[in-house]
């Protein structure tokens, strides 16, 4: 697999990878709204999906282009895979059939989009090890809570101090090795907390400490991914996010003070990503933003959404 993943690896799109070994954790939503955030960027952005289980981020794409059509609005939309998942009796052949149709979503994007969002399953499977290989950016949301910290490291149950890694650890490890080898390309590795509540403050430093700690002996950096707010949860059914210019007459809600926080919150992340664009995309950007401030937009939006 080691040719493949080097083989595979596009050379032209930046490979964003949303991982980890747990579920529920809010890959999907952070992968949705990154790629989101990129598209109104003037970037061109392609999303795969391989949980092949759940497909959340599949339904989140179906929902915003249900939701766009229902509203006669256009939506800025990712290029969107959905790999499809073996269904044979035999394991080799389904893996077989999943590594396809992975290769296939990745050569028909490679060269005319400039970033390619992956979202994985929760799980340690072929697909998701592969994906972790050819990431240029990898992105581990973890819950706020030692439950979600034990999936990257074990901990002394006394004193908090860490003991040892634990098994998604080493996946991205080997994950590492192999793209080394590959092409000498370093992934760089984010790990986010993600909903955190402001109801256990003693935790949240707790975790804070000990992702500190880790990240300095396996390599990755720590940061703050998205709070635990409402908003995302009702921006799903219809496919909506953070940075959409929303407004009551064609969405059904309206823009508040969570939205503004949200939306905070989404571009502190894109920051901690320290993402790279060319004078290409650049300009393409820049295009993009004087179409958007040419739209008739009620004022009122603009300051509720503005940075």
């Known amino acids: 697999m080691l040719v ?3 083989t595979l690896r596009p050379r032209s799109a930046h490979v964003i990878v949303l991982g980890n070994e747990k579920g529920g954790v809010g890959k999907s939503t952070i992968a949705m709204h990154l790629a989101i955030a ?22 989140y794409v ?40 992975f290769v296939d979503a990745l050569t028909s994007v490679e060269d005319s989009h400039d970033f390619i969002v992956i979202d994985t399953a929760g799980s340690d499977g072929h697909l998701t090890r592969l994906a972790h290989s050819m ?6 949301p973890i819950n706020d809570s030692f439950i979600d910290f034990d999936v990257l490291a074990s901990v002394d149950p006394a004193g908090y101090a860490i003991t040892g890694e634990s098994h998604y650890a080493h996946l991205v490890r080997e994950a590492r090795q192999q793209r080394r080898l590959a ?55 219809r496919g909506l996010t ?44 820049a295009a993009h933003a004087e179409w958007v401030a040419s739209r008739q937009v009620p004022m009122e939006v603009h300051e509720i959404i503005a940075d």
């Open 183 to 237: 092409d000498g390309i370093q992934l760089d590795w984010l790990v986010v907390r993600n909903r955190v509540s402001t109801l256990d403050a003693r935790t949240n430093e707790r975790v804070a400490a000990g992702l500190e700690e880790l990240g300095q002996r396996v390599g990755f950096r720590s940061g703050e991914g998205l709070a635990e707010r409402l908003v995302y949860r009702e921006f799903f059914p």
């Open 4 to 6: 493949q993943a080097s």
């Open 242 to 285: 953070v940075v959409d210019e929303v407004a009551e007459s064609t969405h059904g809600v309206s823009p508040n003070i969570s939205h503004a926080a949200a939306r905070a919150e989404l571009m502190c992340l894109m920051g901690e990503l320290k993402l790279n664009f060319d004078e290409r995309q650049q300009k393409r950007a």
């Open 135 to 140: 990431a240029n950016t990898l992105i581990t």
């Open 38 to 59: 990129l598209s109104n960027l003037g970037q061109r952005v392609a999303t795969i999906d391989l949980d092949l289980r759940q497909k959340s981020l599949t339904h």
């Open 62 to 101: 179906e929902n915003r282009r249900q939701w766009a059509r229902h509203c006669r609005v256009e939506l800025a939309t990712p290029t969107h895979f959905c790999v499809p998942r073996g269904c044979t009796q035999n394991l080799e052949d389904n893996e077989a059939i999943e590594f396809t149709g």
